[in-house]
Nanobody, 125 residues
Framework: QVQLVESGGGLVQAGGSLRLSCAASGLTFSMYAMGWFRQAPGKEREFVAAISRGAGSTNYADSVKGRFTISRDNAKNTVTLQLNSLKPEDTAVYYC??????????????????WGQGTQVTVSS
């Protein structure tokens, strides 16, 4: 069984930073691209960042580009999202996910089959 466990969320002031981590198990981690999504109250889950299985390429939503950094450690089966220069609009539950389908865009939710429980990020103004 595939399990993804996010951690590192919390409350931070605008301009601050957080580092989110996702620990994966039950799969050959290095064989899959990974992604981070977020969902704010009343909104649909949206794409944040993605990283290829070998970490050779990364992609970011325009709203976070230049502020967030996605990385992975295949030896530890973890994927990390560094959040810098946080804004109130970044407030959301952040989820990591496994990209099991690679026929479309990395930003499409349906490309990902396995999801973690999420970790809350709250940014105060």
């Amino acid at each position: 069984q595939v399990q993804l466990v996010e951690s590192g969320g919390g409350l931070v002031q605008a301009g601050g930073s957080l580092r989110l981590s996702c620990a994966a198990s039950g799969l050959t981690f290095s064989m899959y691209a990974m992604g981070w999504f977020r969902q704010a109250p009343g909104k649909e889950r949206e794409f944040v960042a993605a990283i290829s299985r070998g970490a050779g390429s990364t992609n970011y939503a325009d709203s976070v580009k230049g502020r967030f950094t996605i990385s992975r450690d295949n030896a530890k089966n973890t994927v990390t999202l560094q959040l810098n220069s946080l804004k109130p609009e970044d407030t959301a539950v952040y989820y990591c996910a496994v990209r099991t389908y690679v026929s479309g865009s990395y930003s499409i939710r349906s490309e990902y089959n396995y999801w973690g429980q999420g970790t809350q990020v709250t940014v105060s103004s």
